[in-house]
């Protein structure tokens, strides 16, 4: 079983719309976790960072479960330029830090 | 400004032909980290350096070796690239390694091995 898995979708979406996107990870001792975006070619870059009561920025929501441990992303009113591959990123010890396959997320207009 | 940046953009070797990938920072952090991402995948951490403290992933290839002469540079050797390390090698950096740092990346390299 991989340590962090995610859907790697696609999910292809109408502009306006609302997406949800989950992540699971193996390891409980999982301190940190963040969401970054990644467009096809480029590098990551941090979305946001996902804290234990939830947090929002924006249209992005981001939601951690420590008991199932998944933590989750939703984007809201969708734009054209939110496709992308979204990973999901797992810190689990000083330097270990995984990072799952992706979710790809395209909108269409 | 570009705050970590990496050179070359695309790098094209031969199978067998030593390369060097740099990585240079402006942030002053004290963690840099290299990664590897193959196409559809996640990137895969390779080592990392903590300050002076080199730290190795149990599972790089002992063909990849790295090194970092000062805080704001960083370099990726690949002795003997195979055709199997065709990749986007990303290069990243932390601030420090506690709970909440996060990373920033360099735009990275992508490397073809012919």
């Known amino acids: 079983r991989k340590e962090v898995e995610q859907d790697p979708g696609p999910f292809n979406v109408p502009e306006g719309a609302t997406v949800a996107f989950n992540c699971t990870y193996s390891?409980?001792?999982?301190?940190?976790f963040f969401w970054y975006r990644q467009d096809c070619r480029k590098e990551p870059k941090l979305l946001m960072s996902?804290?234990?009561s939830g947090n929002e920025d924006g249209r992005f929501t981001a939601q951690l479960n420590r008991a199932s441990q998944y933590i989750s992303l939703l984007i809201r009113d969708s734009k054209l330029s939110d496709s992308a591959t979204y990973l999901c990123?797992?810190?689990?010890?000083?330097?270990?830090?995984?990072f799952g396959s992706g979710t790809r997320l395209s909108i269409r207009p | 400004d570009a705050m970590v940046i990496q050179n070359p953009r695309y790098q094209v070797t031969q199978f067998g032909k030593p390369v060097t990938l740099s990585c240079s920072q402006t942030?002053?952090?004290?963690?840099m980290y290299w990664y590897q991402q193959k196409s559809s995948q996640a990137p895969k951490l390779l080592f990392h350096?903590?300050?002076?403290?080199?730290?190795n992933e149990a599972d790089t290839p002992d063909n990849f070796q790295s090194r970092r002469p000062n805080t704001s540079f960083c370099f990726l050797d690949i002795r003997s690239p195979g055709l199997g390390d065709t990749a986007m090698y990303l290069c990243?950096?932390?601030?420090?390694?506690?709970?909440?740092?996060?990373?920033?990346f360099g735009s990275g390299t992508q490397l073809s091995v012919l």
């Open positions: 990243a950096t932390s601030r420090d390694r506690g709970d909440n740092e996060k990373l920033f």
């Open positions: 390891n409980s001792a999982s301190q940190s």
């Open positions: 996902v804290y234990s």
């Open positions: 990123v797992v810190r689990s010890s000083a330097s270990k830090i995984i």
């Open positions: 942030l002053n952090h004290n963690v």
């Open positions: 350096y903590y300050d002076k403290d080199f730290n």
